[in-house]
Each structure stands twice: as structure tokens, then as C-alpha cells.
């Protein structure tokens, strides 16, 4: 694997440590030395499997030995499944802590790596979308974690409604809001995600903090099952036409989700027909780009879908009469 330096990974033929295992050969020969590994603040991040696990304790030390900025080193020992999407994580060399500060985009992110979702790996993405946001941009950003794509996009000038259902994500957002000096853009909440909508997508809660009824961006990564939460935009739809239109035409939805199909035409197919089952009022001509995020195994990739709402005919007629 080769990953870019700025996005926090280290490939086993760059970094420092990894050739050493192979040098001095401290693993047997029919052991795989890892490819690589996560740079999160100071933690250094593996996923060793197999025969690797009984030889991680010398893998974490060598690591510690030859990188004087790594102060941990953890590695996943299962796959993120519980509903905040932490991990499972075991100290293998360093200091017993997975407190640690990380830096992206001219901002820094304080966070607990065992209690909160990061993903060092998703940098690119999120300067990816971030080129969309306009200063003054209304957004929702359903699942914010500690605050990366949100905060970044305050520093813009947008103003970012950041929801996240995990309480030690929520806190770190709090610090990392006041850390980055970005208060008066963001608010943040803790609630579900659905809800966070139905709030945000009211007159009431406009008239109460003087929002303009309009929301340009919706960002929703949580792609183990953002798209059956598009629910909701059909819900605001069936319960009020006119807040619908008033508050979601043409708001740009950036919605994250895997797929396992044999190629991109496939994926691109079956990542369209799981929105259009959420969200009945989706056409294919709403599409605005499909992105390949990166892959997550051999037949397992990550993509951001793109699309624009659009009021239907009809809705739009009854407003003009």
C-alpha cells in the first residue's frame, strides 16, 4: 500500500521501523510484515492479524524505538460494529494512553481514539467536499464525530448544525469548536440524527435563530447506513410540501455508503436504487457526481453520492397558484 503522507499513513517501505523488522529479521520468515499503519497525533495505528498478532508487542517496539514522534502504539482487534463506530483497540507498545491531538487543515483535533470514530485516511475526502462549501453555507452535517469536516467548514465562513449521537464525540466537539475559535458558526447537538433534521428543517427554529429557510448541504458519513436515514427528507416532505420546498430545494446531499458490486457501473447501480428506496423522490437526474472514496477490501469499497433535491412538479405548481 502507498498512502499520502498528509493524510496520516505511513507505508512500510517509507516509514521508519517497519524495514527494520525486515533488516534485522525479527519476525520468521513466513510471517508477513505489516504494509503499513495509521499516524493518528502520536498513536501509531496497526490492524496485524494472523500470525502477525503473536509478534506484536516486538512490532510495537520497534515502531516506538525508531519514530521519536510516536508516543502508542495500538492495534483494532475487531471490526467497528457498535453504533458510535469505535474501536476495539489493545495497547501494544508506549504509553497506556489513546489520548492524543490531531492535526488537519489548519486545525486541531483533540480526541480519545478507543471512545471516538477517526479515520486519518478520509483527509483527502473531506478537502474533496470542502471545495463545495461556500462561505455563509447552511449545513447539516448529520453524523460530525469530533468535528473534522464541520469545523473545517466553519473555518470557511459556513454555519454547520454538527450532530453526533456518541456523548465522547459530542464533548470533543465542544473543546475542538472552542480549540479552533469557531463558536459563533457552529452548534452543536447530540441527538439522533433524524432529529437533528427535523429540528433544523422548521420555521420555528428559523424565526428562533434568524436562519434563512434554506439549508445548501447536507453531509451525511456514516457509511455503514447513512442512506436508510434519507428517510427523513421524505418524511419533512410528506408532513409539509411548503417547508420542504422552503428549506431543501436544491440542497446539495453528500451521502456515504459502501457497496460490494463486481465494478463501478454495478456499484453505481445499486448505490442509486438503496437511495431511491430511502428517498422515493429521487431521480437519476438529481445525481451530481459519485465518488470513490477508497477501498475497504478486495470487493468492499467506500463511495460519497452526491445529489441535488428537487421539488417535484407538482409541488411547484401549487405554490405558484
Known amino acids: 500500500f502507498f498512502f499520502q503522507a498528509e493524510d496520516g499513513i505511513r507505508d512500510a517501505q517509507e516509514s521508519r521501523g517497519l524495514g527494520d523488522v525486515y533488516k534485522r529479521q525479527v519476525l520468521p520468515n513466513d510471517v508477513t510484515v505489516p504494509t503499513g499503519y495509521e499516524l493518528v497525533g502520536n498513536i501509531a495505528h496497526f490492524n496485524l492479524r494472523g500470525q502477525q498478532l503473536k509478534y506484536r508487542k516486538i512490532i510495537g517496539k520497534v515502531i ?82 469530533i468535528g473534522p469536516f464541520a469545523i473545517r467548514a466553519a473555518k470557511i465562513g459556513a454555519i454547520i448544525y454538527a450532530n453526533d449521537l456518541n456523548p465522547a464525540c459530542y464533548e470533543y466537539l465542544i473543546r475542538n469548536v472552542k480549540r479552533n475559535k469557531v463558536d459563533e458558526n457552529i452548534k452543536a447537538y447530540n441527538l439522533d440524527a433524524r432529529e437533528i433534521v427535523r429540528q433544523v428543517v422548521s420555521d420555528s427554529f428559523a424565526a428562533q435563530n434568524r436562519q434563512p429557510p434554506y439549508i445548501q448541504h447536507l453531509y451525511m458519513n456514516l457509511p455503514g447506513n447513512a442512506i436508510e436515514f434519507l428517510d427523513v427528507l421524505y418524511e419533512v416532505y410528506q408532513k409539509d410540501q411548503r417547508v420542504f420546498k422552503d428549506y431543501l ?9 459502501f457497496s460490494d458490486g463486481q465494478d463501478f457501473v454495478e456499484d453505481r447501480k445499486l448505490l442509486q436504487e438503496r437511495v431511491k428506496s430511502a428517498y422515493p423522490l429521487y431521480k437519476e437526474d438529481d445525481l451530481a457526481y459519485i465518488n470513490h472514496v477508497k477501498d475497504v477490501s478486495a470487493h468492499k469499497k467506500m463511495y460519497c453520492v452526491g445529489f441535488r433535491i428537487r421539488v417535484p412538479d407538482s409541488v411547484s405548481q401549487k405554490e405558484e397558484k
Open 64 to 145: 516506538l524505538a525508531k519514530n521519536k514522534g510516536i508516543r502508542t502504539v495500538v492495534n483494532k482487534t475487531d471490526a467497528l460494529s457498535n453504533v458510535y463506530r469505535t474501536p476495539e483497540l489493545e495497547i501494544i507498545a508506549g504509553e497506556p494512553t489513546t489520548v492524543t491531538e490531531q492535526k488537519e487543515g489548519g486545525c486541531v483535533f483533540g480526541l480519545d481514539f478507543s471512545k471516538v470514530y477517526w479515520c486519518s485516511r478520509l483527509q483527502s475526502e473531506r478537502d474533496r467536499a470542502l471545495k463545495m462549501v461556500k462561505e455563509r453555507d447552511f449545513i447539516i452535517d448529520m453524523f460530525c464525530g
Open 249 to 257: 430545494e436544491n440542497c446539495f446531499v453528500h451521502v456515504y455508503s
